[in-house]
C-alpha cells in the first residue's frame, strides 16, 4: 500500500465550527428550536424550556444546533451553528477540509435535510471558531516516540497555572501521544496542543472508519499527529495575521499559512529546541544556539541572510559586529545542512514547528 500523499509538514484543517445568522439560513427544522417541556407523571405540564438541540449524525462527524451566541457584534443573536470534522471525507480524510474538499462538507450538510442554505452564505456570513489544525508525518526510524513525547515533557514551559503545562498518555482509553493544555482552558497565548500515534488511534477508536475509508488504501504504520486549536477570531488574528474568520476566508489559507499556528503552539509550550528536532544543530549551546533558533525562524519566515545578520548585529560594537557576522555565516552553513537533510528525509520534530 502506497503512504500518504503530501503527509509530511501539509497543515491542513481537521475540524471547525461555523455560526450563520438564523436571518440569513433559508429555511431549517423545526427539530432545531422547539421547545421542551417538564411534566409529571400524570402528565401534568410543570415547566415550558428552550432547548439548544444537537443533532448529531451517526458517526458523530457533523452536527447542527440553533443557538443564542456572539456572532460578528457584541450582543448574542440567534445562529446556526455546525461541527464538522474531516472523517466526513472519507477517502479523503487525510487531505482536511481545503477548497477541494470543501463541496464534500456542503453537500453532507445538504444531504441532512435539516437546513436550506446557500453555499455562498454559508463561505461569506458563516464565521469559524474552534478550528483544529493538523499535521500528520511518518515517524522516521530513528525515532522512538515514547521517548520524543517524554523528551517533549521535559522541554514543556513549566507553569504553576491550572489547565497549563503538559501531560503524556500511553493507556488503552486515551491511546499514546502528549497533550499541552487543555481545549477548556485554552487561550490565544497558550493554545490547546496535542502529538499523538495517529496510526493507533485508528485501529482502535476509529476502527471501523479506518476499514471502511483507509485499510487497503493507505499505508499508516508510524503515522503520527500534531494538532493545535484555534478557538476565535483573536487567535485568527494574532496567529495568522488576519481578523477575517470566515469560512471562505480559512479555505483560502496555504498550508504555509495553517503551520503559523502549529508554530505558535510549538513555541508557546516548549522552551527549547527538542533533541530530535534538528540533527545538525546538535552540539550548540548557549548564544550560538540563541542565534541558530533566531536564524533559522527569520529564514524561514521570508527573511534573506543579511537580513539575519542585520538583527544579529544591532547595537554591537565595530569588533564585536565582525564576531557575530562570522558565526551567523558558520551557523547558516548548519542550516543549508540542515535543510538538506529535511529534503531526504521527513523528520517528525520539525513537523511539530510547522517548518519546510
Known amino acids: 500500500m502506497p503512504k500518504i500523499g503530501r503527509v509530511s509538514n501539509f497543515a491542513t484543517v481537521d475540524s471547525l465550527q ?30 415550558e424550556r428552550t432547548t439548544n438541540r444537537v443533532h448529531l449524525t451517526k458517526d458523530k462527524d457533523l452536527s447542527f444546533q440553533v443557538k443564542n451566541v456572539r456572532h460578528s457584534g457584541r450582543e448574542n443573536i440567534p ?22 474538499t470543501f463541496q464534500i462538507l456542503y ?50 514551559r513549566i507553569s504553576a497555572k491550572i489547565g497549563e503545562g503538559c501531560k503524556r498518555y500511553n493507556n488503552q482509553d486515551q491511546g499514546q501521544g502528549i497533550q499541552f493544555g487543555t481545549r477548556k482552558t485554552a487561550t490565544v497565548g497558550r493554545p490547546f496542543l496535542k502529538v499523538y500515534n495517529k496510526a493507533l488511534e485508528l485501529q482502535t477508536k476509529s476502527a471501523e472508519f479506518n476499514r471502511e475509508h483507509i485499510s487497503g488504501h493507505h499505508d499508516i504504520q508510524g503515522l503520527v499527529r500534531t494538532e493545535v486549536t484555534m478557538k476565535n477570531r483573536e487567535s485568527f488574528k494574532r496567529v495568522l495575521g488576519t481578523s477575517n474568520s470566515s469560512l471562505g ?7 504555509q499559512t495553517l503551520n503559523k499556528a502549529v508554530t505558535h503552539a510549538g513555541n508557546a509550550h516548549l522552551s527549547k529546541v527538542t533533541k530530535y528536532q534538528s540533527r545538525t544543530s546538535t552540539g550548540l549551546s548557549g548564544n550560538s544556539l540563541t542565534i541558530y533558533n533566531l536564524m533559522r525562524n527569520c529564514l524561514e519566515s521570508g527573511m534573506c541572510l543579511e537580513d539575519v545578520i542585520d538583527i544579529a548585529t544591532t547595537g554591537h560594537s565595530k569588533k564585536s559586529r565582525q564576531r557575530a ?21 521527513s523528520d517528525f520534530g520539525l513537523t511539530l514547528f510547522g517548518v519546510k
Open 249 to 255: 476566508s480559512l479555505l483560502s489559507f496555504s498550508p
Open 18 to 47: 461555523v455560526r450563520v445568522p438564523l436571518v440569513s439560513v433559508d429555511n431549517y427544522a423545526d427539530s432545531l428550536t422547539e421547545n421542551t417541556f417538564l411534566v409529571t407523571s400524570t402528565g401534568e405540564v410543570l415547566e
Open 325 to 345: 557576522r562570522s558565526l551567523v555565516k558558520d551557523l547558516f552553513s548548519r542550516y543549508e545542512l540542515e535543510r538538506e537533510d529535511r529534503e531526504n528525509e
Open 79 to 100: 445562529c446556526l451553528q455546525i461541527m464538522a470534522t474531516s472523517k466526513l471525507l472519507g477517502q479523503r480524510y487525510f487531505d482536511g477540509i481545503n477548497r477541494d
Open 107 to 156: 453537500d453532507a450538510i445538504q444531504r441532512q435535510g435539516l437546513v436550506d442554505l446557500r453555499r455562498e452564505v454559508l463561505l461569506s456570513q458563516g464565521l469559524v471558531t474552534d478550528v483544529d489544525v493538523k499535521i500528520d508525518a511518518y515517524l522516521p526510524e530513528h525515532v522512538n516516540f515514547v521517548d520524543y513525547t517524554k523528551q517533549l515533557e521535559r522541554d514543556c
